[in-house]
């Protein structure tokens, strides 16, 4: 279990105190606290255990109470004592399994905020500064893109109106309306076809590879937002049910040809800690040499029952109940298979050719 911890400022010097909430520090209980690095993105990571109950603010520079939660998600308590989370431990954590990989690696920097993540659908009222949401662009855009084309975008929807039709598509999903941000990230295959003109050559890859460049090329810049997101101390939500009105919000947005939405995004400061959703295991995921799902029913089977010994789905949340009947055994399997047993998105095939795409 993590201790959540609670900070004040000293007023002698720009010293935090860290301690478990309503405990006294000077009450001889251990504490591990982490002697800072600070990181170019102003982040403060942690270094090694120390009996001290102390951490200085780098520069004097306030620290949001996001950062700290952050570090509380890497201190477990061994018996009465609190200590540094290691790699493995996170990894336990992810995917339910006890794994000795990254045992000797303490839960810090980049590894660790990976392996944290999680979703988070409430929101703080407090606004996102333009100046950090630059910021976080750019680090956005600083992904991997394919031969270097850079078919992706952003569309930050700021204007109320639009944001208002946006959430009354997903009546479902308060959170779209309580985010202080909402963006969509675009595949922009548009860009290239008309440097092509510009410099008067001919786009000679009219087909398939067009959507699909421009489709990950979006979800690489995806991934890099969220990561850099979250290293800020925001929380973060992709909403794919934007696809479902894909026309609606495309018209909304004065999509041109060759440019269509991946997703939504919420973006603002996390009301609460979220939680980590568990995965399947790697052993499902990763294959060598052959592609092999020899043991997929088992591991679906094991995986359904840690994921509902973390959390069981209540009955009220079991899909289709009037059609499949309301299950005894409920986990992630039958949810998902109930899922996708009703058709999504089969207009996506002629919206993409409508936008001028040959899907040849």
Known sequence: ????????????????????????????????????VESRRGEVFVNRPVRHQELYAPHGRELRSGTWTAYSRLIRREGTRAVMKTIADLIEDRFGLPVDAGRDMPAEGDLAHILSHRSHRRYKPDPVPDDLLEVLLAAAFSAPAKSDLQQSGVLIVRDAEKRRKIEALMPAMPWIADAPVFMVFLADNRRIRKVSEMRGKPFANDHMDSVLNAAVDAGLVLMNFIRAAEAAGLGCCPISVVRNHIEVISELLELPDHVFPICGFCLGWPAGDGHISLRLPPSVFVHTDRYDDSRLEQEVAEYDARRSARFQIPDEKQRSVDEYGLAQEYGWSEDKARQVSKPERKQLAKYLKRKGFNLE
Do not use: E, Y
């Open 1 to 36: 279990m993590d201790w959540r911890f609670r900070f004040s400022k000293s007023d002698l010097s720009d010293t935090v105190f860290l301690h478990k909430s309503g405990v006294n520090p000077s009450a001889g209980c251990r504490f591990v606290i982490i002697p800072p």
